[in-house]
């Protein structure tokens, strides 16, 4: 067989499906559309389960692809083994109700002997132990020795999760070691699969029963056809290597990784992981990134940034001290461009967001290293084992420090984290997050209750120029199911045949009005498109009752679309203002068009200045100003990019699109609504401007009626000010200034007295020094001192004092504050702060620790705190040896 590349592979197999008649789609992003269940796409198949299960019509009952995957589940084991990789790509052929077993069995078979050359004798077949069909079609219909095929039991080869679509699969395994000899056995078989001398490289999934809730299995009308064949895994085979690492795309990455680092690959085993580490995570990130992901600590966003920070600290590991993972991305972008364009175009986008990245963490990585050595020490020091799990969430959410990396570093020394806790930390932020978002239980059952509308049923949007208009009531739902009527008091979902009613999508909010007829009226609450992209209206019944079959009117918030079309545009001349001022790195990252306000994401590495931000104000008030024509005009995909209009970063179109043009200023691929003249916006205002995430950033702001009223809202608070420090408008910067002269003298005043009171106490407290087993103490209470200024003072005194330590506490706020300090030659006599201060803080219903010459703790009991500093002489005398 032929030493085929990775590259080559692809494309042999592409388009040998294509001379099958299937139509070859492209990848889809990393990112899944329509499907929360998943964070990342993980298989060939998942991007078309809305076409196994009909809810969308495919654009060909015969479908081939290679799809991008990410699966980090065993993530640990990268670099590990010979076959582990966070990214990986799956070539697969698919038939929705077309092809099936018959046809399927002998292609793979050809493409496979004729196409790849394998030779027969390195080839084992394994089919499901009751498919006869499967067995009988390789036996009968390809050449393939029949004691070469394996009857296997459900675990190996019977495809299923839960209760759905689900069938048999056969398995094609390649014999690295045909010089053994060929296996004669299924218990053969199976330990030498165990041992690796046989690789299961292709599966075929014939998907031909529905599994119902009692475990039965249903034939299905229409079987389809769903194979898998992982890339790196059929190149490894092709390239004879023993491990993806040494396939030819990917070891030109570790290559270049050995080179930056100037360490060799095969010379320490520890070494080799972090290579190949590197290699893989880099691949995984370069991919992400082109696709939309950016780093962040939630969801897929901190997939991403757990991955370019696992590679970076291997990069220290490696001797590696500055930023190098952005150079690698060259090599990854080189080897898979021509199927990928994507990586091509985004190219200095991609390592922008690497580099700012693994800046952040370096910087992280060494506050953080900080952090947990004192950690480590004040455990070591109390004999302790277990971090609490709220100091490493601290880490977490505080510091950036990845759990993961702490775990790691703890377990070099030792110590376990209390994972309960730690787990107890993250749920309730998630829950703060939930909160601040807001909760709707309204339409909750999301895509089940809407998938409830059968297939056949059409939906059309007519609303770009209209907001009235007739339609039939074709589906009514109530909670969970298909309904005959909606009356007065319950809230369901109209569907009809026709609307004016724009449905969420593209950041823009849908629309809300009102449906009616003689019989009845509804408020339309919203309108949004399920899966298979039928528009549906979200109501509450007002007056009377609906019928399915009734005719109604459906009409448009007329004042609110108007509200939202200005927005709109107002979001497209905002991003080309962005580009004009900023540059040509700007993309619309995402957005949110709302009849009150717009939000606009983009990309931008650093926060916008003052003077950034009144040129992109200027430049698109300019432009309203202009009275620009609006046109919207519908056109081919590629005719749309010879025009220059801009496309989302990371979306697939079809292959005619709308593109939206305000005169020559603004030319933007979207399906949304807009004004016909950008004079209707009136004028535009940046509200705010920040960071939302790495190399991310976010505008808000308002157009038209709200621009009036933010101009009025603002006359009145000044006006407000003005009365309030007694001056005119003109004056109040002049008057607020003397305030504040005034406020730092009283500050002034202040902190010469605290000086003075600080000075009585250090005279007082040395007046009043114990000795205790040897060791001399001074401690003490004082009010009104936070914690700064305590440690100024227990330093002072310390200073005075010479040899030995100083407990002090202080009332404040009404909570309690603890320092200790000890000298050299107590600590040597046994003395440690940090069991002082714990024992201390306990008795104030507190807690804290340190270390031994120095410590910190906190209390929620003042009325403890006399008892508390009582207990110190007692407390140090247990501690002198």
Not at 97 to 116: C, H, M, Q, R, S
Not at 349 to 377: C, P
């Amino acid at each position: 067989m032929e030493k085929l590349g990775l590259n080559e592979i692809r494309e042999s197999f592409l388009k040998f499906f294509e001379s099958k008649g299937h139509l070859r789609l492209e990848s889809f992003p990393l990112v899944p559309k329509n499907d929360s269940s998943l964070l990342l796409v993980n298989a060939g198949m998942q991007p078309l389960k809305p076409y196994f299960t009909g809810i969308q019509t495919p654009p060909n009952t015969r479908i081939t692809n290679c799809q991008k995957c990410i699966r980090t589940g065993d993530i640990e084991n990268v670099g590990k083994t010979s076959r582990h990789g966070t990214f990986f790509e799956m070539l697969g052929n698919f038939s929705f109700g077309d092809y099936f077993k018959n046809e399927v069995i002998p292609w793979a078979y050809e493409y496979v002997t004729e196409v790849l050359n394998i030779p027969k004798e390195s080839l084992y077949i394994t089919v499901y132990l009751e498919d006869d069909e499967a067995f009988n079609v390789w036996s009968k219909k390809t050449d393939i020795d029949p004691s070469r095929i394996f009857r296997l039991g459900k675990e190996d080869n019977f495809w299923e999760i839960g209760q759905g679509p689900c069938g048999p699969s056969s398995e094609l395994h390649y014999d690295r070691f045909v010089e053994l000899g060929q296996i004669k056995t299924k218990e053969e078989f199976i330990k030498a699969g165990n041992e690796d001398r046989v690789i299961e490289f292709w599966n075929l999934v014939f998907t031909q029963f529905d599994k119902d809730a009692e475990g039965n299995y249903n034939k299905l009308k229409n079987p389809n056809i769903d194979t898998g064949m992982g890339l790196e895994r059929i190149a490894a085979i092709m390239q004879r290597t023993d491990s993806i690492f040494e396939i030819d795309t990917i070891n030109n990455i570790l290559q270049e990784v050995s080179r930056v680092s100037g360490v060799k690959c095969g010379e320490s085993i520890t070494e080799d992981i972090s290579l190949k580490i590197i290699t893989d995570h880099v691949r995984s990130t370069t991919f992400m990134i082109s696709d939309g992901v950016l780093p962040s600590n939630e969801g897929r966003g901190y997939v991403l940034r757990r991955l370019i920070r696992r590679a970076a600290r291997h990069g220290r590991l490696l001797g590696i001290k500055n930023v190098f993972l952005s150079e690698l991305c060259n090599t990854v972008i080189k080897n898979s461009f021509k199927a990928y364009p994507e990586l091509k175009e985004k190219e200095s986008y991609i390592k922008k967001v690497i580099k700012i990245e693994e800046e952040r963490f370096l910087e992280t990585l060494d506050s953080g290293m900080d952090i947990l050595k004192v950690y480590i020490e004040e455990l070591e020091s109390n004999d302790d084992k277990i971090l609490s799990g709220e100091k490493a969430f601290k880490l977490y959410d505080t510091y950036g420090f990845p759990y993961e990396l702490t775990e790691e570093i703890l377990q070099d020394a030792g110590i376990k984290i209390d994972l309960e806790k730690f787990n107890m930390e993250m749920q309730s932020q998630r829950q703060r997050a939930r909160d601040a978002r807001g909760q709707s239980n309204y339409m909750g059952s999301g895509d089940n209750v809407l998938n409830l509308i059968p297939k056949e049923i059409e939906t059309k949007f007519d609303g770009y120029d209209k907001t009235l208009l007739q339609s039939k009531a074709l589906i009514l739902i109530n909670g969970e199911e298909l309904v005959k009527e909606l009356s007065k008091g319950e809230k369901g979902i109209i569907v009809t045949g026709v609307t004016p009613f724009y449905a969420e999508m593209g950041g823009q909010i849908g629309d809300t009005g009102t449906i009616f007829n003689s019989n009845f009226m509804a408020e339309v609450l919203d309108c949004k498109m399920n899966a298979s992209g039928k528009v549906v209206h979200f109501v509450e019944i007002i007056e009377g009752t609906l019928l399915v079959d009734e005719l109604v009117t459906l009409k448009v918030d007329e004042d609110r679309r108007s509200a939202i079309c200005k927005n709109h545009t107002a979001t497209h001349m905002l991003q080309e203002a962005l580009i004009t001022v900023l540059g040509e790195h700007v993309h619309q990252s995402g957005s949110y068009v709302k009849e009150d306000k717009l939000r606009f994401d983009f990309t931008h590495f650093s926060a916008l200045t003052d003077e950034e931000i009144t040129k992109v104000q200027r430049d698109v008030n300019d432009n309203i100003m202009k009275a620009c024509r609006v046109d919207t005009n519908v056109m081919t995909i590629d005719k749309a990019k010879e025009t220059g209009a801009i496309a989302l970063f990371d979306a697939k179109y079809q292959n005619d699109v709308r593109v939206v043009s305000v005169g020559e200023y603004s030319k933007e691929l979207c399906g949304g609504t807009h004004v016909k003249n950008s004079g209707e916006i009136g004028l535009f205002k940046i509200l705010s401007e920040a960071g939302v995430a790495a190399g991310v950033r976010r505008i808000e702001a308002i157009t038209g009626s709200e621009y009036i009223k933010y101009v009025e809202d603002k006359n009145d608070l000044l006006k407000g000010i003005s009365n309030a420090l007694k001056c005119s408008e003109k004056d109040i910067i002049n008057k607020l200034q003397m305030q504040l002269d005034e406020l730092k003298d009283k500050e002034k005043e202040i902190m010469l007295l605290k000086g003075k009171l600080a000075s009585s106490s250090v005279d007082e407290m040395l007046d009043n020094i114990k000795e205790v087993k040897g060791v001399k103490v001074i401690c003490g209470t004082v009010r009104d001192m936070d914690v700064d200024a305590l440690r100024n003072l227990a330093d002072k005194l310390r200073d005075k004092l010479g040899d030995g330590v100083v407990v002090l506490g202080s009332n404040i706020n009404e909570k309690v504050q603890f320092v200790a300090m000890a000298s050299k030659s107590a600590t040597d006599k046994g003395i440690h702060c940090g069991k002082i201060i714990k024992e201390v803080a306990k008795i104030a219903g507190g807690g804290g620790g340190g270390r031994p010459d120095m410590a910190e703790a906190g209390g929620k009991l003042p009325e403890k705190l006399d008892k508390a500093i009582d207990n110190v002489c007692s407390i140090i005398e247990r501690l002198v040896k």
